[in-house]
Nanobody, 125 residues
Framework: QVRLVESGGGLVQAGGSLRLSCAAS????????VGWFRQAPGKEREFVTF???????YYADSVKGRFTISRDNARNTVYLQMNSLKPEDTAVYYC???????????????????WGQGTQVTVSS
């Protein structure tokens, strides 16, 4: 399994931006599909966005047009650029990776092999 470490979280005012990073080690990352999920207090973990090794990307409706996922295989890192942040974006953000993917399972947390420890994002109003 690949080991994942998220970073870049913090406190930001509504309307601001943050860039999260998901750094991988342990295996060749270029053949992994990566998803970002988030979990707010008292809520279930929810799908945010996804990218595979063919650069296919998909976004949850709640973040479409505001968040952008990208990857740099040379650095074994996937990024999540978050713009126009809202208080409802407040959550712990997790990245997850897997080597087998389908469109149907992009948002299925059980289908991912590796998870990071999460990074807190807090958006103040």
């Amino acid at each position: 399994q690949v080991r994942l470490v998220e970073s870049g979280g913090g406190l930001v005012q509504a309307g601001g931006s943050l860039r999260l990073s998901c750094a991988a080690s342990g295996q060749t990352f270029s053949r992994h599909a990566v998803g970002w999920f988030r979990q707010a207090p008292g809520k279930e973990r929810e799908f945010v966005t996804f990218i595979n090794w063919l650069d296919y990307r998909y976004y949850a409706d709640s973040v479409k047009g505001r968040f952008t996922i990208s990857r740099d295989n040379a650095r074994n890192t996937v990024y999540l650029q978050m713009n126009s942040l809202k208080p409802e974006d407040t959550a712990v953000y997790y990245c997850a990776a897997k080597t087998v993917w389908t469109v149907a399972t992009m948002g299925d947390t059980n289908s991912y092999d590796s998870w990071g420890q999460g990074t807190q994002v807090t958006v103040s109003s």
